[in-house]
């Protein structure tokens, strides 16, 4: 039986949808809008991200990898090396793009709820073997990570960690090489699963197999496959690594990538591998393409053309026009290795060129203003981490990102260490003041970036939800650990709390001032590092659980990892704790230097919340310590 709602209305639409080098198309649809994203190898910035309402016209409204922090690419980064074939999915409320870098850290997993960005550090995937990932979601939310080959795992998509075994679901066609790209859809009571195969060459196609569960087993169609234009003259070669999406109409249609080649055999494409649509009808439980032609049926909605009042004109780079369906290619620029500007046209011969080096702009742009705490030189890891006296911050201490206004010889000898003399004494004089004389955002940063902070040296983004009313120690403690802190006594508390970029984590740091001598400070350090009572899980912080934030539903229950640091060059001592956003529980919590620690398999250190601590923290201390070896200069 055949299935369509798509009216035949005698329109036309001119292929590609999206010319020039825009290759390995991934789609979704969120409501009337629909978002694809592209594959962009050895360049930067990465993953283009374009936004359409009627599938024909597309507008690029960004780059999903476009700060040094998410994607590294080495300088000598070959032609075909880089990102390859993301996946973009919207899940949740959330989009979720999922991709390859093949010239370093192989499967990441990025998310964002503004498709524009900002996008999330990345989620590192070590345990997704191979290129070409895919997402899907079943009912009971369990996520399947498919990939080329045709391998699939379950996947934790907020940690990254695999949940059982990766196995081998599909092999494709019968003798027909590179299963990749794959992708699995739930579509009626099967679930389908798309796939390339054939080599991104002239030997290209697209094959579909199906399921009644997400991991098979898998019955392959019988007429696969469903798309290939191999051993035809057709103007439009190397059809493959499709993906499909659903019109507000019902109809079905598949973005996928071609070449339009030219000259004698073998041909040449210098416009590279384009972005091309096509119709699919379901006939027998089964997707039957139309014609990929460069004149195809038009969708059956209204079209909208980009707001440039062209009808095929988009934008490359935000704010950078291409040129028209006429000349196809143009001289838009592309950011390439290292930041180089790559000349037009876009689509590349393949002999590539010798990028023009050109300095890059901000990552982000103005708009979105970030913190970045680079380690001076000449500043060791003196008191912190490794259980000695004199320890520096072990989270939110952090905040003391405002010491510029602390200026002088004093500062320099609090941040050195030395408390003795009368520099010494007045350096813990002034820091005893720092909570009325720093402004709060420079106590806690809006957004701190920390480069390989993460799991696995991933980087990581923490953004603040929520800053509390300084006050009192009351609440702020488990009630062992606020006895022994009396001694050296409260004279103000100020926390605030920070989720990451996925929103899956909360941690709150805080910033205790006491009223303690220098004296009273080191025995307090002394009793810590003595009696072992920064690792007793009946001396936790608390979470300062903030309503209407992520941090809302966050509890004693939910503290995962923490951190307390008493300092001895200053009457404060800092902390932080972690836990869930989505208000799972922990068994049993563990310090945070011992679930960062190399080989930790605890479920907090699996789940990296012993990294939100310690990383936050670190990225903190040095911005303190920066500041302090240029006290006349303010932290931006």
Not at 128 to 143: K, N, S
Not at 509 to 522: E, H, N, Q, V, W
Not at 540 to 549: E, N, S
Request: proline fraction near 11%; include cysteine.
């Amino acid at each position: 039986m055949r299935v369509s709602s798509r009216p035949e209305t005698g329109a036309t639409i001119t292929n590609p949808v999206i010319p020039g080098f825009f290759p390995d198309p991934s789609v979704c649809r969120v409501g009337e809008d629909y978002y694809l994203a592209c594959s962009s190898f050895e360049y930067f910035p990465g993953v283009p991200l374009l936004h359409s309402r009627d599938l024909v016209h597309w507008t690029q409204i960004g780059n999903v990898l476009d700060r040094p922090g998410q994607l590294r690419l080495p300088l000598d980064s070959p032609s075909s090396g880089g990102v390859y074939a993301p996946t973009l999915r919207h899940h949740d409320g959330r989009f979720w793009l999922v991709v390859t870098n093949v010239s370093g850290g192989g499967n990441l997993l990025v998310t964002a709820t503004d498709p524009a960005g900002p996008w999330s550090d990345p989620v590192p995937l070590p345990g997704v073997p191979g290129i070409d990932p895919d997402l899907a979601w079943d009912d009971d939310g369990t996520c399947w990570c498919t990939v080329a080959g045709v391998g699939q795992v379950r996947l934790d998509p907020h940690t990254g960690r695999t949940l059982g075994p990766h196995r081998r679901i599909w092999s494709g066609s019968p003798g027909a090489k590179a299963p990749e790209a794959p992708h699995l859809y739930r579509i009626g009571d099967h679930w389908y699963l798309l796939i390339a195969e054939g080599g991104t060459e002239r030997g290209h196609g697209v094959s579909v197999a199906r399921a009644r569960t997400p991991d098979g087993p898998f019955e392959p169609c019988p007429a696969n496959p469903v798309l290939t234009h191999r051993g035809t003259d057709h103007p439009v070669q190397n059809t493959g690594h499709a993906d499909l999406v659903q019109g507000p109409d019902g109809s079905w249609w598949m973005v996928l990538l071609g070449v339009r080649p030219g000259g004698g055999t073998p041909g040449w494409h210098v416009l590279g591998r384009e972005t091309f649509l096509a119709p699919v009808d379901w006939v027998d439980g089964w997707p039957v393409v139309g014609e990929v032609a460069p004149a195809a049926p038009a969708p059956p909605w209204p079209l909208r053309p980009c707001p440039s009042g062209s009808s095929r004109t988009c934008t490359y780079l935000p704010g950078v026009p291409l040129s028209s369906a006429g000349s196809r290619g143009g001289d838009a620029p592309w950011l390439g290795r290292g930041g180089a500007v790559v000349p037009g046209p876009r689509g590349r011969t393949a002999g590539g060129g010798q990028p023009r080096e050109a300095a890059p702009p901000a990552p982000g742009g103005s708009t979105r203003p970030h913190v970045t705490f680079a380690r001076p030189e000449g500043v060791g890891d003196a008191g912190r981490g490794d259980g000695t006296r004199g320890r520096v911050v072990a989270a939110a201490v952090s905040m003391v990102l405002g010491l510029g206004l602390v200026v002088g010889a004093a500062t320099g000898s609090w941040l050195a260490g030395d408390a003795s003399g009368a520099g010494g004494r007045s350096a813990y004089t002034a820091a005893a003041g720092l909570w009325h004389s720093v402004p709060v955002d420079r106590l806690f940063p809006p957004t701190v970036t920390g480069r390989g902070a993460g799991p696995g040296g991933a980087d990581r983004t923490w953004t603040r939800i929520a800053v509390a009313p300084d006050g009192g120690c009351a609440d702020a403690f488990d009630p062992l650990l606020r006895q022994v802190l009396a001694p050296v006594g409260c004279s103000r508390l100020l926390r605030a709390t920070y989720t990451d970029a996925t929103q899956s984590y909360v941690t709150t740091g805080g910033l205790l001032f006491t009223t303690a001598d220098p004296a009273a400070m080191r025995a307090l350090d002394t009793r810590f590092e003595k009696e072992g009572l920064g690792r007793r899980t009946d001396l936790l912080p608390r979470p300062y659980a903030a309503a209407g934030t992520a941090a809302a539903g966050s509890g004693d229950r939910r503290r995962a990892s923490w951190t307390v640091s008493v300092l001895t060059d200053a009457p404060v001592v800092v902390y932080a704790v972690s836990g869930w956003a989505d208000g799972r529980t922990v068994a049993v919590p563990q310090p945070a230097a011992e679930a960062a620690a190399t080989g930790a398999t605890t479920a907090p250190a699996q789940a990296g919340h012993g990294n939100e601590a310690k990383g936050l923290a670190d990225r903190v201390e040095r911005g303190l310590r920066t500041t302090a070896a240029s006290p006349s200069e303010r932290p931006s």
